[in-house]
């Protein structure tokens, strides 16, 4: 706990406060330094962002990126070390690395407006990271075959697949779902790689394993139907099972992922 507060007050001096206007604001309203936050209490203090707070005027959403100040970083010591060590071209490289936007994704709009988000080579790097403790969690193996049939989309669920294949270092396959390959596509897809994991959606698994197992499938690899995108109910979880099992899979397991752009 002391490790993690050390790095959040670290993070909050060194980045948050002094490039996020928004943040900026809040903590000066609400007379928050981080300094000051030496425990979890503390920490419950600092207000929770809202999905209202981040639906407002493209103008403001600006508010929430972390756009450095060139002065502020020019002091910083691990800057100060790559341009005396390693020359001005690859500090500002590195610099470039944690602050220029090089991908972006968006919220869905289901619940309220999209609200974009960026994405610099150091956010994708921490993707990597989460997507291998997705990995980690799930008991994936290195040498299985993984299929990912979210949709080719600016969404989130799509990418951090990808990017747990990588972070893993392990076989991703992606087939972007029905609307790219069709149902038909990503069973064919299927029996050609054999993978031991298919992750998705869960009523496109469910329509994509039952036309499979109409057909006569036979997929006994199946080890893992990992779900994200939307809610996945026990009804539909015992759906999955019973399906796989008619395809021969009668050792697999049924993960429902929950995740969120925002965090």
Request: without cysteine.
């Amino acid at each position: 706990h002391d490790w993690q507060l050390h790095r959040l007050r670290t993070y909050l001096k060194q980045r948050v406060i002094p490039f996020s206007a928004h943040y900026r604001r809040l903590f000066a309203e609400h007379d928050i330094h981080p300094e000051e936050l030496h425990s979890f209490d503390d920490w419950s203090k600092v207000p929770f962002t809202s999905k209202s707070n981040l639906t407002v005027p493209r103008e403001q959403q600006r508010d929430f990126v972390l756009i450095p100040n060139e002065a502020a970083l020019k002091r910083e010591w691990g800057v100060i070390w790559n341009a005396v060590f390693h020359g001005s071209a690859f500090a500002k490289e590195e610099i470039e690395k944690e602050f220029r936007p090089v991908m972006m994704t968006s919220t869905t709009g289901r619940s309220s407006d999209p609200v974009p988000f960026a994405f610099t080579k150091h956010d994708l790097a921490n993707l990597d990271i989460t997507g291998r403790r997705l990995m980690e969690g799930g008991a994936s193996q290195r040498e299985w075959r993984h299929l990912n049939s979210f949709p080719y989309a600016p969404h989130l669920a799509f990418w951090q697949a990808h990017h747990a294949g990588l972070g893993f270092g392990t076989f991703m396959v992606s087939s972007g779902g029905g609307k790219v390959m069709g149902t038909e596509g990503n069973i064919a897809l299927i029996d050609k790689v054999r993978p031991e994991v298919v992750i998705g959606m869960p009523t496109f698994l469910y329509h994509m394993l039952r036309e499979a197992a109409e057909a006569g499938k036979h997929w006994p690899q199946l080890r893992r139907i990992v779900l994200g995108g939307e809610k996945a109910a026990e009804g539909m979880r015992a759906r999955l099972t019973m399906l796989a099992h008619d395809l021969g899979a009668d050792d697999v397991s049924i993960i429902s992922t929950y995740g969120f752009t925002e965090a």
